[in-house]
């Protein structure tokens, strides 16, 4: 495959998410190998699916005082997320508008942020403060030089940022979800954990990987089958922005759960799961919650931002790093097999198998829908939403 041309390739991969489109679950296979491994359909897949859209940079707790801040890299962009010394949250494009350094790194609190190159500084607004020596400059205008504002919402606690000044709302579409999770009150919960990691594996494996409850079980045996086992996955709707699915505790476990008062006894008693496409994926407890956030860095490797967010001030230091230490033993089983799979993929006997039972793999269906309505052209007869006309 990787000896093809992307003219080649391009509308192959099309024409496979159109096909999947008209088919039933019930022929459901998995994606070809080309999909994961071809450097020319991940840059199809980064400038059609994740620069048009809203995507999640991180939690508000990570932001919560006059000057706090972190960067990151977008796919290529240069982010800097910061809480303005006016109390307002703000997402900048973070490169100077001199000679186009990148301005700040890391994280943490900063009055204003300096360039490394010429020592142009700005103030946590954005606005430029000093450029030094530039005065003779006959047209440079120091008051109206900024960094450029990016477009920045909060939803359940997650901060989401969008490229685009003209992209519209998403919180509408998310309504179906927010029905599903609003008694959780994510917003509500506190960070307690955060980390950063690079993974060798596409970015499609492993949110379809943290989206599926097929392998709890046979993967996760002495971490979460223990918890929530693979037999009490049950598949929910798909909304327009999200799907998920939900999973029992294990009756072995203790009956005593805390949760927000909100939630009712089945609540209680399950966890869901959900992925806001394509970088967003959540697990939610009644007690605490992960997430993860994906950037794809090339076919073979993702950037994830993970964190621990948990219900409530009664944590002590001791159960939360109980939290942090299964978590961190389930990822790592995530990653080895992942990297397995990412082989596999690339090999010229890989083929295409059929997914499971609804309840264990209808969410990788989902995603291909997702895929589908985002990339593939409309069928002949329909509209761009897959209805016949």
């Given at each position: 495959m990787s000896g093809q041309s992307v003219n080649t390739l391009d509308p192959m991969f099309r024409q496979t998410l159109g096909r999947l489109r008209q088919q039933s679950y019930?022929?459901?296979?998995?994606?070809?190998?080309?999909?994961?491994?071809?450097?020319?359909?991940?840059?199809?897949?980064?400038?059609?699916?994740?620069?048009?859209?809203?995507?999640?940079?991180?939690?508000?707790?990570?932001?919560?005082?006059?000057?706090?801040?972190?960067?990151?890299?977008y796919v290529g962009e240069p982010v800097l997320v910061v809480r303005g010394s006016d109390g307002e949250l703000r997402a900048l494009a973070n490169v100077c508008r001199h000679r186009g350094a990148v301005v700040a790194s890391g994280r943490?609190?900063?009055?204003?942020?300096?360039?490394?190159?010429?020592?142009?500084?700005?103030?946590?607004?954005?606005?430029?403060?000093n450029a030094p020596q530039m005065h003779e400059h006959e047209s440079f205008d120091a008051a109206s030089c900024r960094l450029p504002r990016l477009q920045c919402r909060t939803w359940q606690g997650f901060i989401f940022v969008n490229l685009d000044p003209q992209a519209g709302e998403f919180e509408a579409a998310l309504a179906p979800l927010d029905a599903l999770i609003r008694n959780y009150h994510l917003e509500e919960m506190r960070l307690r954990y955060l980390a950063e990691e690079v993974w060798d594996t596409n970015w499609k494996c492993l949110l379809e990987n943290f989206m599926e409850g097929y392998h709890l079980t046979p993967l996760h045996r002495s971490t979460l089958h223990k918890v929530n086992p693979s037999s009490l996955c049950e598949h929910l709707e798909p909304g327009e922005r999200h799907f998920a699915y939900r999973v029992g505790f294990s009756s072995r476990l203790p009956a005593e759960r805390v949760?927000?008062?909100?939630?009712?006894?089945?609540?209680?008693?399950?966890?869901?799961?959900?992925?806001?496409p394509p970088g967003l994926a959540v697990g939610i407890g009644s007690d605490y919650c992960s997430f993860l956030s994906l950037r794809p860095l090339d076919p073979a490797r993702v950037r994830v931002k993970m964190g621990l967010f948990f219900h409530g001030?009664?944590?002590s230091q001791a159960d939360v790093d109980a939290a942090v230490e299964l978590f961190n033993r389930t990822m790592d089983e995530d990653k080895q097999v992942l990297l397995r799979v990412q082989q596999g993929l690339a090999s010229s006997f890989h083929r295409p198998g059929p997914l499971a039972a609804r309840d264990l793999e209808g969410t990788i269906w989902d995603f291909y829908q997702y895929m589908g309505r985002s990339m593939a052209p409309p069928a002949p007869g329909r509209d761009t939403n897959g209805e016949q006309k």
């Amino acid at each position: 495959m990787s000896g093809q041309s992307v003219n080649t390739l391009d509308p192959m991969f099309r024409q496979t998410l159109g096909r999947l489109r008209q088919q039933s679950y019930a022929q459901g296979y998995s994606l070809p190998g080309a999909f994961y491994t071809d450097s020319a359909w991940l840059e199809a897949e980064r400038r059609e699916l994740f620069l048009p859209d809203w995507f999640c940079a991180g939690r508000v707790e990570e932001v919560e005082k006059p000057g706090d801040y972190f960067c990151f890299d977008y796919v290529g962009e240069p982010v800097l997320v910061v809480r303005g010394s006016d109390g307002e949250l703000r997402a900048l494009a973070n490169v100077c508008r001199h000679r186009g350094a990148v301005v700040a790194s890391g994280r943490g609190n900063q009055k204003k942020f300096m360039c490394p190159y010429h020592h142009w500084a700005y103030d946590t607004t954005g606005q430029l403060l000093n450029a030094p020596q530039m005065h003779e400059h006959e047209s440079f205008d120091a008051a109206s030089c900024r960094l450029p504002r990016l477009q920045c919402r909060t939803w359940q606690g997650f901060i989401f940022v969008n490229l685009d000044p003209q992209a519209g709302e998403f919180e509408a579409a998310l309504a179906p979800l927010d029905a599903l999770i609003r008694n959780y009150h994510l917003e509500e919960m506190r960070l307690r954990y955060l980390a950063e990691e690079v993974w060798d594996t596409n970015w499609k494996c492993l949110l379809e990987n943290f989206m599926e409850g097929y392998h709890l079980t046979p993967l996760h045996r002495s971490t979460l089958h223990k918890v929530n086992p693979s037999s009490l996955c049950e598949h929910l709707e798909p909304g327009e922005r999200h799907f998920a699915y939900r999973v029992g505790f294990s009756s072995r476990l203790p009956a005593e759960r805390v949760g927000h008062g909100d939630l009712s006894e089945s609540e209680m008693d399950s966890c869901i799961m959900f992925a806001l496409p394509p970088g967003l994926a959540v697990g939610i407890g009644s007690d605490y919650c992960s997430f993860l956030s994906l950037r794809p860095l090339d076919p073979a490797r993702v950037r994830v931002k993970m964190g621990l967010f948990f219900h409530g001030d009664g944590w002590s230091q001791a159960d939360v790093d109980a939290a942090v230490e299964l978590f961190n033993r389930t990822m790592d089983e995530d990653k080895q097999v992942l990297l397995r799979v990412q082989q596999g993929l690339a090999s010229s006997f890989h083929r295409p198998g059929p997914l499971a039972a609804r309840d264990l793999e209808g969410t990788i269906w989902d995603f291909y829908q997702y895929m589908g309505r985002s990339m593939a052209p409309p069928a002949p007869g329909r509209d761009t939403n897959g209805e016949q006309k």
